[in-house]
């Protein structure tokens, strides 16, 4: 029996955090996560990783701004 795993593209993430695809890419080189193009897909846990990166990044960014 196969089951069809949710995937999400690069772009589509891009898109749903306000971010350019390349932004993405790049974190996905950091995280060690294989995407080389916005039509790259990207497993749910991927997604994920990726999405609390980027608010750990927003959240560090806010607290340098406030000093």
């Not at 060690?32 to 999405?51: D, F, G, R, V």
Request: hydrophobic letters at 40%.
């Amino acid at each position: 029996m196969s089951f069809n795993i949710a995937r999400l593209r690069v772009k589509e993430l891009a898109k749903a955090l306000s971010v350019d695809s390349p932004e993405i890419i790049a974190t996905c080189t950091l995280l060690k996560i294989p995407a080389s193009s916005p039509l790259s897909s990207l497993t749910l846990e991927q997604s994920k990783e990726i999405i609390d990166y980027f608010q750990k990044s927003n959240a560090k960014n806010q607290i340098d701004d406030n000093n």
